[in-house]
């Protein structure tokens, strides 16, 4: 048996497909500046129209949603910047593949760094267009995952998003990969497709061959090659359980969260494009409780979306959340979050220097776009506005003042604006979770950001796998920030919400409800699981159990006192 990362829930039982992508070696015989220009040309002709292809072939399968991958990978190929930077190296004497392999890893590198699952996405997106360039240029053949005919669990060294937007879900039962974490491209996209997967197995391509009979639990990580007749049986019944299960979960699709002693609290989405509204409908979230724009941003290459661009993103949210509250945080940019088209002074800690609202505050002309363009899709839905990385109340207020002049400007100029739009604010750093009973005063709600609230409290960076062990959701000084910042929110009438990753994570769940947590927002796939925690979950118990995880010493207490909750 193989242990990896299970990234999606449940199992997958079939024949193996080894997916075995080529090599790329870098060729030493010398191009001239011409031969390398034209070779490159060629290849990069032929990189669209391959894109383009496999489009067309996984329009059969795929919904336009999960096409827009291709749409992603055909605007970086069509990247002026990306081409005229590699073109650059070539006149400089490098050949094509060389030139290609340098400023793809450069930009490779600058997006892998960054923290954000949808900057890491992004990277894949470039690893997965210069691999298919660089095949182009050395006259290698990629494999056609559209052509699996059978039922299979795909077993690769990595999923690329063509790889995993090719798949035919009526044939692919599942995939292993042997690297890979809970951020990667093939964890999000199995999420999101619902297949089961687990990432990160070691030695999992050297220890089957293709045909093989694999065993595949996205529950617990576990992978077995060629499994016994016992172990077959086993797996059967687990997986006809997990799909009952699924199935059953259906019935909370358009209920309301309700604990058994007739406690509500909202469960929402987390989102990063409108295109990921199809997503949030189809789990039955009950809203929006943040929306990335970053992301609008990071598709840009080449300036600033303008207002008419973002305006329009926010429309299409905003009607489609049909009247249920939809959170927007505004530019969060700076530390791992970079631009193409802007520069950042070097800073010697970037996390806790020029970013998020104190950039937009510094820069007003980059803010008031967005702020105008959020302020005129306003009429279209429910908005709520969100600021990041709030440190203190003179920041807030001069935020939210800026926005309410910039609406004064708009009804000047004959621009409806709604007169229910809700202004509130991240609470991610520890200073505004202590003060939060003043902030409430001002703010009309919070969320808390418990990403960067545990590492700034902890001091260690999340991403250091040496200090991982320090990422500590249920430690009861987290615990206690989290109290502090639902009671100062409530203290005056304000709800509290929570965007972070401990807003889907089960074992938070009974002891968020017992804090008094008002609003859950998640990945929409962990919409239902959580409903159904919730729902089998007495308010005034969780009270109780609360009480008693904010007198624990450790996380593993703490741990200790939920799990006895959901053994229950």
């Known amino acids: 048996m193989l242990k990896g990362i299970a990234t999606s829930s449940g199992i997958a039982i079939g024949k193996v497909y080894k997916l075995e992508q080529p090599k790329i070696v870098l060729k030493e015989a010398k191009q001239t500046v011409e031969e390398a220009l034209g070779i490159f040309e060629n290849a990069m002709e032929k990189t669209i129209k391959d894109i383009e292809l496999i489009k067309e072939r996984a329009a059969a399968t795929l919904k336009p949603e999960e096409l827009a991958i291709f749409d992603a990978h055909l605007m970086m190929a069509q990247d002026p910047e990306f081409k005229d930077q590699i073109i650059a190296r070539i006149k400089d004497g490098l050949n094509a593949d060389q030139a290609t392999k340098e400023i793809s890893d450069m930009m490779i590198g600058m997006f892998e760094s960054m923290e954000d699952a949808y900057f890491k996405e992004r990277a894949a997106d470039i690893k997965d267009v210069s691999f298919r360039l660089l095949c182009n240029i050395l006259g290698l053949n990629i494999p056609d995952l559209t052509t699996i005919d059978e039922e299979v669990v795909i077993v690769a060294e990595e999923m690329t998003p063509s790889d995993t937007a090719q798949l035919n879900k009526k044939y692919a039962l599942g995939f292993v990969t042997e690297i890979g974490g809970k951020t990667s491209h093939a964890a999000i996209m199995a999420v999101a497709l619902g297949l089961p997967a687990v990432v990160g197995c070691t030695g999992i391509m050297s220890a089957c061959k293709h045909g093989d009979k694999i065993i595949l639990d996205a529950k617990s990580g576990d992978v077995i090659v060629n499994p016994t007749d016992e172990e077959l049986r086993l797996y059967e019944e687990k997986r006809k359980k997990f799909l009952e299960e699924k199935a059953a979960l259906q019935v909370l699709l358009d ?47 080449e300036d600033f979306p303008s207002e008419d661009d973002q305006f329009e993103a926010y429309k299409v949210v905003l009607e489609r959340a049909q009247g249920k509250r939809v959170v927007v945080r505004t530019l969060d940019i700076g530390g791992d979050k970079k631009l193409p088209y802007f520069e950042f002074d070097p800073e010697m800690n970037p996390f806790l220097g020029y970013r998020a609202i104190r950039l937009c505050l510094d820069r007003k002309d980059i803010f008031k776009t967005q702020v105008r363009a959020l302020l005129k899709a306003s009429v279209y839905g429910k908005l709520a506005i969100m600021f990041p990385m709030i440190a203190t109340i003179d920041e807030f207020k001069n935020a939210k003042q800026f926005v309410l002049d910039t609406k004064e400007e708009l009804l000047k100029e004959g621009v409806k604006v709604s007169d229910e739009i809700e202004i509130g604010m991240m609470v991610e750093i520890p200073a505004s979770a202590v003060l939060a009973d003043e902030f409430a005063k001002y703010a009309d709600f919070f969320s808390i950001g418990t990403n960067d609230l545990i590492q700034y409290s902890m001091a260690a960076d999340r991403m250091s796998e040496k200090v991982a062990y320090l990422y500590q959701p249920l430690n009861p000084s987290i615990l206690r920030l989290i109290k502090m910042t639902i009671d100062g929110a409530h203290s005056q009438g304000r709800w509290c919400g929570m965007c972070g990753e401990m807003g889907g994570d089960p074992m938070a769940a009974p002891v968020l409800l017992g804090l008094g947590l008002d609003e859950f927002s998640m990945s929409a796939t962990k919409i239902l699981p959580t409903r159904k925690i919730i729902t089998s979950l007495n308010k005034k118990e969780m009270e109780d159990l609360a009480s008693k995880a904010l007198k624990c010493h450790t996380e593993s207490e703490v741990a200790e006192l939920v799990k006895s909750v959901l053994a229950d």
């Open 255 to 301: 209920k309301p969260t309700i604990s058994t002693d007739g406690h509500q609290v909202e469960l929402v989405a987390n989102i990063g494009s409108p295109k990921d509204m199809d997503n949030v409908i189809a789990n039955g979230a009950e809203g929006v409780g943040l929306y990335r724009t970053e992301f609008l941003y990071m598709e840009s290459t």
